[in-house]
């Protein structure tokens, strides 16, 4: 017997929590606005998630490439067009000669902040007023406990997500 709600079996997803279900399926929607925004502005998710990371310092190609969860190969074809684009720079390592890191450049740091601007113009669009206070504050401690338990993002990264929040 299937549930007309969701497409499944009944008691298929009987023991799993269905607001998660439906929080994955806001989280694909949403992805597929950013991504029609970010062709708007020019650049991909993959390229923002790179100007993200790289907000936070410089970093080697291959930190960049384990942090978007892409191959390298990949994230060397991103690298060279958002060079070729002087949203990135690279400069040799201090630590490692051999190698470079990757840094963001102004270019880069406004056209991320661009495409920040543009996502939380969209946003409230989707928001219901009469919750919206309830529903920001939920999305902004989803942020908190997301961001925390990343690697290499401490308390400096929730700041500047405060610090960013409160320009806007």
Partial sequence: MTDTRDGTEAGETADIDRRLILMARTVVVLFREFERLARELEITIPQYRFLLFLKRGPKRAGELAVEAAIRKPTASGLIAD????????????????????????????????????????????????????AML????????????????????????????????
């Fill in 137 to 168: 504050e939920a999305f902004s401690e989803l942020a908190y406990i997301l961001d925390s338990r990343r690697e290499n993002a401490g308390p400096v990264a929730v700041d500047e997500l405060v610090e960013d929040a409160g320009r806007g």
């Fill in 82 to 133: 958002m060079e070729k684009r002087g949203l990135i720079a690279k400069k040799p390592d201090r630590e490692d000669g051999r190698s470079v890191k990757l840094s963001l450049t102004p270019k880069g740091l406004k056209k991320h902040r661009e495409f920040e601007e543009a996502l939380a113009r969209y946003l409230p669009s989707l928001l219901d007023q009469g919750n919206r206070d």
